[in-house]
C-alpha cells in the first residue's frame, strides 16, 4: 500500500499435530506516509483469514474480500 511505510513484521506461527493448519498471528508495525490515509490493502494469499485489526492499541473495523 503506497500510503503506509511497512517497518516491522512479527510472525508467531503454531503447527497442529496430525493436521494440515498452521496458525498465527503478525503484527505489523508502519507509519503512514500521510496524514490523510484513511484505509490500508493487504494484498494476503488464500486462504489466509483476518480475525481482528487493531491500530495504535485499538480495534478497527475492516472487511476482507475474497477473490471471485
Not at 43 to 68: C, H
Amino acid at each position: 500500500d503506497p500510503g503506509i511505510d511497512a517497518r516491522h513484521y512479527a510472525l508467531r506461527l503454531r503447527l497442529v499435530p496430525s493436521s494440515p493448519l498452521l496458525l498465527g498471528q503478525v503484527t505489523m508495525t508502519a507509519t503512514a506516509v500521510h496524514d490523510t490515509v484513511t484505509s490500508v490493502i493487504m494484498d494476503l494469499s488464500e486462504p489466509m483469514t483476518v480475525d481482528s485489526v487493531r491500530a495504535n492499541g485499538v480495534a478497527r473495523p475492516w472487511n476482507q474480500r475474497t477473490a471471485a
